[in-house]
């Protein structure tokens, strides 16, 4: 991981570069390494651009870091980047998974998805 790269990923993300943010939170990882926090800012910054394909897939690859945790969290903003790109069904699929982690703190938003 590169931490310089990442650390300007963050101030872009913090100042509202969204785009920028996306690109450098994709630049400051190796392409063979699991980094979770990268790609969970990277999915959120492509959530606001309205990229929602692509915000799937970087949840996606986020959730495959155990390490990172955050399951939870990661699910519902990959429920909401589903319905937002019309897969309701993933959509419903993923907020349900999300209710199922006992350490996320705000399930209610796995709900409201669900409610949706």
């Known amino acids: 991981m590169n931490t310089q790269v990442l650390d300007q990923a963050r101030n872009a993300y913090r100042t509202g570069d969204f785009a920028a943010a996306a690109q450098l939170f994709a630049a400051a990882k190796d392409p063979s390494e699991l980094a979770g926090e990268a790609d969970h ?32 969290a990661l699910l519902t903003n990959q429920g909401k980047a589903l319905m937002s790109s019309g897969d309701v069904r993933s959509a419903v699929s993923a907020f349900s998974a999300a209710t199922q982690d006992a350490s996320y703190a705000t399930p209610y938003k796995a709900y409201l998805g669900l409610g949706d």
Do not use: I, Q, T
């Open 41 to 72: 800012l990277r999915g959120n910054s492509l959530m606001r651009l309205g990229r929602y394909s692509d915000a799937v897939e970087a949840y996606d690859a986020a959730l495959r870091d155990d390490a990172y945790g955050k399951r939870g």
